[in-house]
């Protein structure tokens, strides 16, 4: 087996490098101290991905994407990772399930969206149906030419910058009919409730969304009628992949800056990395992000290589519970090595600390992962995780 980079994969990931670097790491005090990017930023920066060829990694060329199998877009992802404020998200990536979508609804949504042109968000979570998406209550009702959306939704990533939103419904208010709608955003009935704020200054709001007597055509159905929960789970198994790559890449980051900190920094006429209290915390946050590094880049090429969906999913949430659980222990030594420097939200530490405990929440909590491994291993055995 032989497990080094191609030539390829190498040019790929110096290349994600740079770009994390030299275009969007400068945008990281704007976006803390403004709670945000401003438009002109943003419109910035979509230029710059599509110049470096960094868009829609995860779609097809046919579609306009950059058609990089899930392998590549996680050295990709890694790197992007390094940076705060989750500027990372500018490097768009239309939604996974649209690939299901209709030659028409390729045309008016995925295409532009692959090209920089559009934006989509993905409307899943309700007051009431957080970790079980069953409980939604935002429903589809047959009308004369197309379908009739009530519901509300909470925690719309990108919802303020994006221009239609993929709404998860159930028709007929019945769970066993979960479906997917197109939704343009300027559509009569679709409204903003409020926009809260969160532990993170993230580059885009994650805004509530109320849906009144919305009304879209048929051709707004994505896919089929009660598929809706497959393709939330196979956006589950993208999103939470890219998770895990960007809390490697985190994690590294807050280790260069903790471990270049301690070989300067003098206190007691020595540098701090002589106390073996410190350096022991560099060599677990080394031996950390090694560990996670290892079982993201198997897994990913397990993908690639054949896996089969099911064992895919079960440990991709083997994977999202150990690199975002990795991230936070990574950051929060680096905060303690750095010291009171380290609370500091100027520093890089004290933001990857900050940014990444959403990681553990979004896209399936660690409970939820828990639940996942515990009822595989109750189901297929402990091979799927120790027996490969
Ligand atoms: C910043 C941010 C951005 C987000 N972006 C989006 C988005 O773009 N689109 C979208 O649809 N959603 C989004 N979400 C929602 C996110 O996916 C949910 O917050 C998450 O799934 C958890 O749901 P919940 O918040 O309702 O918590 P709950 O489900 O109410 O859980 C509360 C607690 O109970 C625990 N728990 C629940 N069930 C179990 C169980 N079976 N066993 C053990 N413990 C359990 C949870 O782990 C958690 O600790 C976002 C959330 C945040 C914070």
Same mark, same amino acid.
Request: aromatic share 10%; hydrophobic share 40%.
């Given at each position: ?18 770009f994390a ?9 704007e ?5 945000g990017?401003?438009?002109e ?14 868009n829609?990694l995860?779609?097809?060329?046919e ?10 877009q996680?050295?990709v992802?890694?790197q992007?990772?390094?940076?705060t ?14 690939k299901f ?9 995925l295409?532009?969206?692959?090209q920089?042109?559009?934006r989509?968000?993905?409307a899943?979570?309700?007051?009431d149906?957080?970790?079980d998406?069953t ?14 959306l009530?519901g ?6 990108v919802?303020?910058?994006a221009?239609?939103?993929l709404l998860h419904?159930?028709v ?10 197109f939704?343009?955003k300027?559509l009569?009935?679709?409204k903003?409730?409020r926009?809260p704020r ?5 580059c885009?709001k994650?805004p ?7 009304i ?10 009660g ?9 589950? %198994? ?5 998770? *895990?790559?960007?809390?490697? +890449? !985190?994690?590294?980051?807050?280790? =260069?800056?903790?471990n $270049?900190?301690?070989s300067k920094?003098?206190?007691f006429?020595?540098?701090?990395r002589?106390?073996q209290?410190?350096?022991?915390m560099?060599?677990d ?19 690639d ?5 099911k ?7 083997a994977?999202?519970?150990y690199?975002?659980?990795? %991230? ?5 030594? *680096?905060v303690?090595?750095? +010291? !009171?420097?380290g609370?500091m939200? =100027?520093?890089?530490? $004290? ?8 990681d553990?929440?979004w ?11 515990g ?8 091979e ?5």
């Open positions: 087996m032989d497990f080094s980079l191609s030539v390829k994969h190498l040019e790929l990931q110096a290349r994600a490098r740079q670097e030299q275009v969007l790491q400068p945008y990281e005090m976006c803390e101290d403004n709670d990017l401003s438009p930023s943003l419109t910035a920066i979509n230029g710059k991905v599509m110049e470096w060829e960094l829609a995860n779609h097809t060329k579609d306009g994407g950059q058609g990089y199998n899930i392998f590549e996680m050295l992802d890694e992007l990772g390094r940076v404020g989750a500027i990372w998200d500018t490097v768009f990536r239309p939604s996974y399930p649209m979508a209709s030659p028409a609804q390729k045309a008016e949504y295409i532009p969206t692959c920089g042109k559009r989509d968000c993905y899943i979570t309700e007051a149906a957080g970790s998406p409980q939604c209550r935002t429903s589809a009702t047959k009308v004369a030419g197309g379908w009739s009530n509300e939704k909470w925690f719309v990533t919802g303020d910058w221009d239609y939103i419904a159930h007929d208010g019945d769970p066993a009919k979960a479906s997917v709608f939704v343009d300027n009569s009935g679709v903003v409730k926009t969160y532990t993170h200054h993230f885009y994650h509530e969304f109320i849906f009144e007597d919305v879209v055509g048929e051709d707004k159905l994505l896919g089929e009628v598929r809706g929960l497959d393709y939330t789970k196979d956006w589950f %198994v993208e999103a939470r992949l890219g998770i *895990a790559a960007r809390c490697v +890449g !985190g994690a590294t980051r807050a280790l =260069e800056v903790a $270049e900190f301690a920094r003098v206190q006429g020595t540098t701090i002589d106390f209290g410190i350096e022991f560099l060599a946050m080394a031996v950390e992000i090694m560990a996670a590094k290892s079982m993201l880049y198997r897994i990913c090429w397990g993908i290589n054949g896996g089969e969906r064992l895919n999913h079960a440990r991709v949430a994977l999202k519970l690199c975002s659980e990795m %991230v936070g222990r990574v950051c929060d030594r *680096a303690q090595i750095l +010291g !009171g420097r609370y939200r =100027e520093n890089p530490v $004290e933001r990857l600390w900050r940014d990444t405990r959403v553990r929440i896209e399936g909590t660690s409970e939820i992962q828990r639940v996942i491994i009822g595989q291993i109750k189901r297929r055995g402990l799927v995780y120790t027996g490969w």
